[in-house]
């Protein structure tokens, strides 16, 4: 399987407007960062990890031809923000959408024109499907167990696919659910900025987290311009860890 880092930026990307700062004025490609989304290609079926307001200029530069099914880890506009760009992947049929019930209802009140009878034409036609934290669903073939982590005190979800964990937005995990990802080969996880936050991990938190998995590879995601530049950041990380990029692909 292939993963993409469809956007590895924070919520309000990078470069931020306004912002004169040594990131936002990088000419390094890499430090240019839209809002955090992955698109899993299994081989059969193309699975998209949220799906943030960036999604349409995502999809251009990535050429992505189908969508089979979208996972959500929550309901913030940087990570569902996009859904009504996937309309010209719906045309006759509905994409699944994975979720907890609380995002599910929180999408129907913005985007009601996706779902049931008030379905109009030409719109991103949606079959919402309610998941749950530790209950193991499937997408075609492709088996994936929801996790649940703490974005501060806002309880949202992780994703485990096979020997990949991918996680964002979170600040803590209680030992069980550490357990469910504690063995995986790819973990691919958040770290904000070097300062200290109420909701995220900073960049120090994300590395001892990264270290207590053990991965083969660890893959930072979800970095604001606080983060600092990649390529000097890179070079300060243990081996093995490293700031994604925006269309970076990894195979797992």
């Not at 995002?103 to 008030?118: A, E, L, M, N």
């Not at 499937?138 to 974005?151: A, F, S």
Request: hydrophobic fraction near 35%.
């Amino acid at each position: 399987m292939k993963l993409t880092f469809l956007g590895t930026g924070t919520s309000i990307g990078i470069p931020e407007m306004c912002c004169h700062c040594p990131t936002c004025m990088s000419h390094d490609q890499h430090d240019k960062r839209l809002r955090t989304s992955a698109l899993i290609e299994t081989g059969s079926e193309n699975i998209l990890i949220d799906c943030g307001p960036d999604f349409r200029q995502q999809a251009l530069r990535e050429g992505i031809e189908k969508i089979d099914a979208v996972i959500l880890t929550h309901e913030h506009y940087d990570h569902v923000g996009g859904l009504d760009d996937l309309r010209p992947y719906c045309t006759g049929r509905d994409i699944p959408v994975y979720a907890e019930q609380y995002v599910i209802d929180d999408i129907r009140q913005r985007i009601p024109y996706c779902f049931g009878d008030s379905k109009k034409p030409r719109t991103a036609n949606m079959q919402p499907i309610p998941i749950e934290p530790g209950r193991k669903f499937k997408v075609g073939q492709t088996e994936i167990l929801p996790i649940r982590i703490m974005h501060g005190n806002i309880p949202i979800l992780g994703f485990r696919i096979g020997n990949l964990a991918y996680i964002t937005d979170m600040k803590s995990v209680d030992e069980h659910n550490f357990n469910l990802i504690s063995d995986v080969r790819t973990l691919v996880v958040n770290a904000l900025h070097t300062k200290e936050h109420p909701t995220h991990q900073n960049v120090r938190q994300a590395v001892l987290f990264a270290e207590r998995v053990g991965a083969d590879s660890t893959w930072f995601i979800h970095m604001s311009h606080r983060a600092g530049l990649h390529e000097v950041m890179n070079a300060k990380f243990p081996e093995g860890m490293q700031f994604a990029w925006d269309g970076l692909s990894i195979e797992f």
